[in-house]
């Protein structure tokens, strides 16, 4: 599938669900963000698009201290397991934790609105159910292992 006609659909569907966006042309990104329920409170939502597909990439406004780095690797790694759509991710050099989810266009002569939107929404999803036990972590107030549990029960 064609780069260009990614964009479109990506940008079709924001604007059908009126979400207020940037595009930057040059570097082909589409950037939006949202408010959470969660105590994260906010995150930018990224698409970034390449020759084979798109990634989507949604980070809240707060990265983990240098002390509470250990211990969110510890929450990123025990909410990852078993996600079958996307993961948590940190960067160890400033503790920005991100959520990443990959489209592969390579072989669609189509991109159907249900995965532009799933796309968009499993981040927010994921920010909406691990976020509140995310920022207990990342300011040093729980445990990871304490925070996931509740928020797989959820």
């Known amino acids: 599938m064609q780069k260009e006609l990614m964009i479109e659909k990506v940008r079709d569907y924001l604007e059908k669900d009126e979400w207020k966006y940037e595009y930057n042309p040059s570097k082909e990104i589409i950037r939006t963000g949202m408010g959470l329920k969660s105590k994260l409170g906010h995150?930018?939502?990224?698409?970034?698009?390449?020759?084979?597909?798109?990634?989507?990439?949604?980070?809240p406004p707060v990265n983990a201290g240098i002390e509470e780095r250990q211990e969110t690797m510890e929450f990123i790694t025990r909410a990852n397991w078993g996600l079958k759509n996307g993961n948590f991710e940190m960067d160890l050099s400033d503790g920005q934790v991100r959520y990443k989810l990959h489209v592969n266009t390579q072989e669609?002569?189509?991109l159907p609105e249900l995965i532009v939107r799933e796309s968009f929404g499993v981040p927010i999803l994921m920010f909406e159910r691990y976020g509140d036990g995310l920022a207990a972590v990342m300011m040093g107030f729980s445990d990871a292992k304490t925070e996931v549990e509740k928020a797989d029960r959820g």
């Open 43 to 59: 995150i930018q939502i990224f698409f970034l698009f390449g020759e084979k597909g798109y990634t989507v990439v949604a980070y």
């Open 108 to 110: 669609q002569e189509q």
